[in-house]
């Protein structure tokens, strides 16, 4: 693909070879011709520029380091392979084994061994932290009545949610789950504690705010990099700071076909392969689809306090969400970055290049290009010859075989082309 920017020209070329049926890629090799520098010279995605060594560059293929929920890292450690006994582990303990272990230590009131009895209630649960005590027969003193699992960061707020049930929202997020897989798990591990909808949609609630600024702060850092970057291959901002650069952009959607209610896009640099900017599209709340009829007394009162918490921000047809979603990226990339996107690469579909074509964000001097992506047009010629090769068999008329076009040869026209 070739790219041209209004300050210089890069280049960016992809070198494919195929063995057999498995194509092997090798990595992109970028070369600028204006300053003639080597493709050694610049700076990698995730790695720093040559001098600048103590800078921390941001990457796109982990996590953030950092996940924070009132100042506490509930990230996960990749790198952690097994307990030593001093971490702040969750473990399921089985009720049994809780009161024989229990039942073997001595009172602290009367040091009589042999005497404390444990028990748990629903009474008084928070989702999966339970609330427990410890009685002694003996002296009949209650030695503890309290939660087994702390609050997050140790507070004693009563707003502050417990650290687990924080977790067990995060994890069946994560495996893109809801509320009722929740209750479900809680009933197969015959837990006697469970969620209600309030806690759940409060701990995602929280979660949310806390990925957001996660997001936040990776985008900055991208942000960051991308200018060093631009700067050591000659292609600095103008007098305003703005830099014209080239991204990638692509939209998704929550499942096939036109009738998914939520859609994503997201704009990516060429050159360094770091996250810019996305948008989030859902034409659905399932609050709304649940709140009072129109012509009900409270349905004045109920709008009002669903306003900040509604889902819904687009009206329209799944079909569009994609070109919505650039319409807004691109008219907030000076602001947000001062960035301009002056080209975009996309697949085959032109609707979101014409929709920020005639958007015309950034003034007639700074027009929009469009450059096709080598693999789209590779996969499609690919898809053109094996539906020649069909429709020919159909007919009778046989265009595979020795000398003729077979799949290896097909593989080969696509890389050629």
């Not at 700067?231 to 929550?254: M, N, Q, R």
């Not at 704009?267 to 810019?276: E, M, Q, S, W």
């Amino acid at each position: 693909v070739l790219i041209k920017f209004k300050m210089g020209r890069v280049k960016f070329s992809s070198v494919n070879k195929f063995k057999g049926k498995r194509r092997r890629s090798k990595k992109v090799v970028i070369q600028v011709s204006k300053s003639d520098l080597k493709h050694t010279d610049l700076p990698e995605a995730g790695g720093s520029s040559e001098g600048d060594q103590s800078r921390p560059c941001p990457t796109t293929s982990k996590r953030a380091k950092k996940f924070e929920v009132f100042g506490v890292n509930l990230q996960p450690d990749a790198t952690k392979t097994e307990s030593n006994g001093d971490e702040d582990d969750f473990i399921f303990v089985q009720k049994s084994t809780m009161k024989t272990m229990l039942s073997l230590l001595a009172c602290p009131k009367c040091n009589n061994a042999g005497t404390l009895a444990y028990d748990h209630t629903n009474e008084g649960s928070n989702g999966l932290c339970v609330k427990s005590s410890l009685f002694c027969k003996q002296c009949e003193e209650l030695v503890f009545n309290d939660y087994l699992c702390s609050r997050v960061g140790g507070s004693n707020s009563l707003t502050v949610p417990f650290e687990l049930n924080l977790r067990a929202v995060m994890a069946f997020r994560g495996i893109g789950c809801g509320h009722s897989a929740i209750k479900e798990w809680c009933g197969i591990m015959n837990m006697p504690a469970t969620f209600s909808k309030d806690s759940y949609y409060g701990g995602s609630n929280k979660l949310f705010n806390a990925s957001g600024a996660t997001v936040d702060t990776v985008m900055k850092k991208s942000v960051e990099h991308i200018f060093e970057s631009y700067e050591s291959v000659g292609v600095v901002p103008d007098e305003a700071g703005v830099l014209d650069i080239g991204v990638s952009f692509d939209g998704s959607w929550h499942k096939r076909g036109h009738s998914s209610h939520n859609g994503i896009a997201v704009a990516i640099d060429l050159l360094t392969g770091l996250p810019l900017d996305f948008e989030v599209l859902s034409n659905f709340c399932h609050k709304c689809n649940l709140s009072p009829a129109e012509d009900d007394p409270d349905y004045n009162e109920w709008q009002e306090q669903h306003k900040s918490d509604c889902l819904k921000n687009y009206e329209g047809s799944a079909n569009a969400m994609e070109v919505e979603c650039a319409k807004r990226i691109w008219s907030r990339s000076v602001e947000k970055h001062s960035l301009r996107y002056t080209t975009m690469l996309s697949d085959g579909d032109s609707k979101s290049f014409d929709a920020v074509s005639k958007s015309n964000n950034y003034g007639p001097e700074h027009p929009i290009n469009k450059e096709e992506c080598v693999n789209h047009v590779s996969k499609r010629m690919g898809t053109a010859l094996n539906n020649l090769l069909a429709s020919s068999r159909a007919q009778g008329e046989s265009l595979s075989g020795r000398g003729k076009l077979t799949k290896e040869k097909i593989l080969k026209i696509q890389n050629y082309y």
